[in-house]
């Protein structure tokens, strides 16, 4: 008979925190640089030099450990983890082993309708490491440390999940949380959130685990589900040969949709932990974690409630507007603005995602103000512009924050609600088209659409269409 | 009780010291590192059970930076000294297979 | 009486009252440098025209009246492993043999805003692992008493070039006795403070929890003096600590009444005889002025070295990882890829007993050793602590010698580390308890060696370590080093 095996997932989630310098030196974390300038001797490992804590690392920790229901660690340490890698200018890593600032948390995640908790083993702080160029000229490697010391919370989750949905729907939870907090944007494409995939597999009904292996460079949710069904594969396949899955980090690769072991014969994966003498311990009294809960914003659930009540807004509408505190924010802004949350809720879930998939871009980086929208709501409702103006008007609030207002007069796009003009126009497209009038006439009440698009196309489509509609209803039912 | 330090075990603590050892060195080391670990062996004699290990002399916590750049470019500074650099980088034996 | 037979005090005084210029100091000095220093080999590097042209400027700054601390104007020399902008620094290592830092440690740019003078930088035990100075790349430096013997370590070339007046005041640094036994071997007067007293920022790390920056003088005042100017809190040491006093004002202080525990353990087998007597006479002397003297039993004595050897060589092991030819420093000519570049550099870059301390702290970290050693000697540092606040509470210092002898000859103790390491066995448990201690110079054995005291106290303390040197300092009259074969 065919075994039937399950999958054990766990999960380190590294996730790039939003300060504005590095997490043991005063430079700055800004992308892009051109080499090594957000460098010093600290995050470049000069002799002598001396690491001090960025206190807003901490206060980002603690957040994300309090809106993962962690235990706050009171008396947290950090420690060395030793190994020789050029990205690493000290060749050893400053994180925690023996007091993480976070432990025993959980979120809860919903695959198809059915809710679990996703375990939390622990969070804990560390500095990011350099980055390495390969040069293809000379066949070396370049460093660049501009990354170096860049503040990082690895999350580790429990062996909890069971599929890639389990694991994407805990990764999109941990998402919004840390972008609801502000303490990180958690954008996977550009690694400010990294996820590292331990994986084992056992016969179903076995409540013993498998060996796992640890996969890494997983830089897209496909990604992530590709890898988690490769590695399922490859290990079940090892064992119905009658091998055994040794336990070792293995770098997926997307294109070939397989895995790699990354071991090396120079690295013995001993990293000789021990408490950095450099730096002193961190006391979170309870004064500390009540300022932390209390500056704590409304996060997504909360925010679902509330829409529900507040906007009378469907649910499904709901979701794809909380989906991140960006657009959460730009709803709420807008809505306080204009007072019509249904016609905000459809500019963003319409127009807005549409054009955000259209520019390949992440939520976190719309830039219009809610001001903008605000105003176009208003000057549509009031039929200054039609539908189809607004759009328009509308992809230019979204790619250079026009006001809307400004931009319809300077552009002369407001509707031609007068009706001496309108009457003209009209009268001569009912003269210039008698078989529709006729058809009309006879009954084909659909003939007047085709007659109100000639209006709009003779308009330039600056027409009222409500204006329209009224008096090419009169003119027909005068002939 | 003597300790015994085989040839693998240096062979091991040179690939996590990154020290390449010679044949002699290596003898010398294994001996060194014995007698060092009989000498320290010393402190199994102290009964220590309870006792919190203490890495900090002081109960000094909480020592923080404020989040502002203060930091300027000083790239050319920082590669001042390096062996071998190209284009404002460290130039180092490739990493990529 | 020649300029430099003067104390930094009195130099310092002289040039603020113009019977001196600063430059006459710094020639002085150089001069003495140029006489000796071939024979001594106390700098590794020496900055004459650099030394010069600073000269005129704080000269300026003096005569404006900018400059008014104690020691302006006085040449200082800079042990090797603490950090100069601009100016070699090598830790007396190959690997680090063109190493030209971009800022200076917190301690030179306080010795710099006090109007001092860098004359070089000192030889030093390689990475300030030893107690010669023989394991420096750039050669041993000799002991200014008797060229035959060793000037003490890790701080040799700063204690020698005191004792030689190849300079007037020095640094150093002491992770297990590195200030405080080679100015017992060289006649100097040398204190390691509290830890955290004076920045380690710039200060390039041997065992991180147990370094501290400290002074070296040619007598007590000038090392209090010099304590002052140097400590600071310092917001890029996390470990740094505030000060409450200024040293100085607390040396002319009176000693009646003033509690002082004589450690029996410390008197014990391996101490030799005139060193004891030496010490013992010290203590007498004390007690007619008025001290009260106290045996007691400090116990631990004997596992202050090993749990010292385990953190510190641990400690060393991840410090020293960084130097491995990517980022500065030496790195081999030839190699085969990333790791044997590595292996190569370090191989070739670091000396035999920087290469035994690396391997013995990467053992006892590695997985499996981690608990039985490094956890162990962690528990063992407590338990010490403890008897030291123990003894604080009875006393207010404790005296005792600062070495078990005077200076060795030059190879004697490099055969047997174990032996080599038996030499720290009065002064490591000091680092371990982060407490303030000094040593003092109280007379000369048979052979005509140095004989220092050590005084230790309570962390925070240094008032009542200093005030009893100075009395030590005023009953043993020492006098000054007659360079050997002059
Ligand atoms: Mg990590
Ligand atoms: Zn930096």
Redesign the interface.
């Given at each position: 008979m065919e075994k039937e095996y399950e999958t054990v997932i766990g999960l380190e989630v590294h996730v790039e925190l939003a300060?504005?310098?590095k997490i043991f030196?005063?430079?700055?974390t800004e992308f892009g640089?051109?080499?090594?300038?957000?460098?010093?001797?600290v995050c470049?490992g000069?002799p002598g030099s001396l690491p001090?804590?960025?206190?807003?690392v901490?206060e980002y920790a603690i957040a994300v450990g309090l809106a993962t229901n962690c235990d706050i660690t009171q008396?947290c340490?950090f420690d060395r983890k030793?190994y020789?890698?050029?990205d690493n200018p000290q060749n050893y890593q400053i994180s925690q082993l023996y007091l993480p600032i976070c432990r025993n948390g959980h979120v809860e995640i919903e695959v198809n309708g059915s809710k679990k908790n996703v375990g939390i083993h622990e969070i804990h702080m560390e500095e990011d490491a350099g980055k390495?160029?390969?040069?293809e000229w000379?066949?070396?490697?370049?460093?660049?440390?501009n990354r170096s010391g860049v503040p990082l919370i690895e999350i580790v989750s429990e062996p909890d999940m069971r599929n890639a949905e389990e694991v994407i729907a805990y990764l999109e939870k941990l998402r919004t949380t840390i972008q609801y907090l502000g303490a990180s944007d958690c954008k996977l494409q550009e690694g400010s959130m990294r996820a590292d995939v331990n994986l084992s597999v056992r016969e179903v009904g076995s409540d013993k685990f498998g060996t796992r292996t640890e996969m890494k460079n997983l830089n897209s949710f496909k990604a992530i589900a590709r890898a988690i069904k490769g590695e399922r594969e490859r290990q079940i396949e090892l064992i119905e040969e009658g091998k055994k899955v040794v336990q070792e980090t293995r770098r997926w690769d997307d294109n070939k949709e397989y895995s790699y072991a990354m071991r090396s014969k120079?690295?013995?994966q001993?990293y000789?932990y021990?408490?950095e003498?450099d730096?002193?311990?961190?006391?979170i009294d309870s004064d500390w974690l009540k300022r932390v809960k209390a500056a704590q914003p409304e996060l997504r659930e909360e925010k679902l409630l509330r829409y529900e009540k507040e906007y009378d807004i469907p649910r499904d509408d709901a979701l794809i507007i909380t989906e991140s505190r960006k657009m959460a924010d730009i709803f709420e802004e807008t809505t306080k603005l204009c007072g019509d949350a249904k016609k905000t809720a459809n500019w963003l879930i319409g127009e807005t995602m549409r054009l955000v998939k259209e520019n390949e871009m992440d939520v976190a980086d719309i830039s219009f103000s809610p001001e903008n929208l605000a105003k176009l709501i208003k000057i549509v409702s009031k039929g200054e512009i039609n539908n189809i103006v607004a759009k328009e008007v509308f992809e230019e609030i979204f790619k250079n924050d026009i006001d809307p207002e400004k931009y319809v007069e300077e552009k002369g796009l407001k509707s031609v609600n007068d009706e001496g003009t309108l009457k003209e126009v009209i009268q001569k497209i009912v003269d210039e088209n008698p078989k529709s009038v006729e058809d009309y006439k006879n009954g084909k009440k659909k003939a007047i659409g085709f007659l109100v698009g000639q209006t709009m196309k003779a308009m330039k489509g600056k027409a009222d269409p409500a204006a329209v509609n009224k008096i090419l209803g009169e003119i027909l039912n005068a002939v | 009780m003597a300790n015994v330090i085989s040839d693998e075990?240096?062979e091991?603590?040179?690939?996590?010291?990154?020290?390449?050892?010679s044949g002699e060195?290596k003898e010398k080391?294994k001996k060194?590192?014995e007698?060092?670990?009989d000498?320290?062996d010393?402190?199994?004699?102290?009964d220590?059970e309870g006792?919190?290990?203490?890495?900090?002399?002081?109960k000094?916590?909480?020592?923080?930076?404020?989040?502002?750049?203060?930091?300027e470019?000083?790239?050319e500074?920082?590669?001042?000294?390096?062996?071998?650099q190209?284009?404002?980088?460290?130039?180092?034996?490739?990493?990529?297979d | 009486m020649s300029l430099n037979d003067l104390t930094a005090l009195e130099l310092s005084k002289k040039i603020k009252d113009k019977e001196v210029s600063v430059k006459e100091a710094v020639l002085a000095s150089f001069e003495q440098i140029e006489k000796y220093d071939e024979q001594l080999n106390c700098y590794v590097t020496t900055l004459k025209e650099d030394a010069l042209k600073r000269s005129e400027e704080v000269q300026k700054r003096i005569d404006n009246n900018e400059l008014t601390g104690l020691l302006a104007g006085v040449p200082i020399a800079v042990k090797d492993n603490i950090c100069t902008k601009d100016v070699l620094t090598t830790c007396s290592s190959k690997i680090l043999e063109?190493?030209?830092p971009?800022f200076s440690a917190t301690a030179v740019e306080n010795i710099e805003k006090e109007g001092m003078i860098v004359l070089g930088k000192t030889n030093m035990d390689e990475f300030a692992m030893g107690s010669t100075t023989e394991t420096s790349h750039y050669g041993i430096t000799r002991n200014p008493w008797n060229t035959d013997r060793v000037p003490g370590g890790s701080s040799g070339g700063s204690c020698a070039a005191v004792a030689a007046a190849e300079c007037f005041t020095a640094l150093g640094s002491d992770t297990g006795g590195s200030i405080r036994q080679p100015s017992s071997f060289c006649g100097v007067t040398g204190m390691k403070p509290t830890?955290?007293t004076v920045s380690r920022y710039g200060l390039i790390a041997y065992g991180s929890?147990l370094d501290q920056i400290g002074p070296v003088g040619k007598n007590v005042a000038d090392v209090a003096a010099l304590a002052d100017v140097i400590s600071s809190y310092d917001?890029k040491d996390?470990?740094s600590?505030k000060r409450e006093y200024a040293f100085y004002d607390s040396i002319n202080e009176d000693i009646k009444g003033l509690k002082i525990g004589i450690p029996r353990d410390y008197f014990s087998e391996g101490l030799n005889e005139e060193v004891k007597q030496a010490v013992m006479n010290s203590v007498k002397e004390l007690e007619k002025c008025g001290a009260i003297v106290e045996e007691f039993d400090l116990s631990?004595v004997?596992?202050a070295?090993?749990?010292y050897?385990?953190i510190a060589s641990a400690e060393a092991?991840s410090n020293l990882?960084r130097f491995?030819?990517?980022?500065?420093?030496?790195?081999a000519p030839e190699?085969e890829?990333?790791?044997?570049?590595?292996?190569?550099t370090?191989?070739e870059g670091?000396g035999?007993e920087v290469?035994?301390r690396?391997?013995?702290?990467?053992?006892?970290l590695?997985s499996g050793y981690y608990d039985a050693?490094y956890?162990?000697?962690?528990?063992?540092?407590?338990?010490i602590?403890e008897s030291y606040d123990k003894a604080f509470a009875k006393y207010d210092v404790i005296i005792g010698p600062a070495a078990p002898t005077t200076a060795l000859k030059i190879g004697e103790s490099l055969s047997d580390?174990?032996k080599m390491?038996l030499g720290d066995i009065y002064t490591v448990s000091a680092n371990?308890?982060?407490l303030p201690g000094i040593s003092v110079p109280v007379g000369l054995d048979k052979a005509g060696l140095p004989i220092g005291v050590q005084i230790l106290g309570d962390?925070f303390k240094e008032n009542n370590i200093l005030k009893t040197a100075k009395k030590i300092e005023e009953i043993a009259a020492f006098g000054k080093c007659q360079i050997a074969g002059r």
């Open positions: 300060t504005k310098t030196c005063s430079c700055s640089g051109a080499p090594n300038t957000h460098t010093c001797p470049t000069m001090v804590l960025n206190r807003q901490v008396y340490k030793n020789f890698y050029p390495l160029i390969h040069d000379e066949d070396c490697t370049l460093v660049d440390y120079e690295d013995a001993d000789r021990f408490p003498p730096l002193v311990p961190i006391f | 075990t240096i091991y603590v040179g690939i996590l010291a990154k020290l390449e050892l060195e080391a060194d590192m007698s060092m670990l000498y320290v010393k402190l199994n004699e102290l220590t006792v919190e290990p203490m890495s900090h002399v002081f000094v916590n909480n020592v923080f930076r404020e989040d502002v750049v203060t930091n470019d000083t790239h500074l920082i590669l001042k000294n390096a062996p071998q190209k284009e404002n980088q460290f130039k180092v034996p490739k990493t990529f | 063109n190493y030209y971009t830890y955290g929890s917001k996390s470990t600590v631990l004997d596992y070295i090993p749990a050897y385990v092991s990882s491995d030819g990517v980022k500065y420093g030496f790195r190699y890829g990333l790791h044997n570049m590595y292996k190569k370090r191989s670091f035999s290469k035994r690396i391997m013995l702290g990467s053992f006892v590695s050693y956890l162990k000697a962690l528990r063992t540092k407590a338990l602590k580390p174990i390491y371990l308890a982060g962390c």
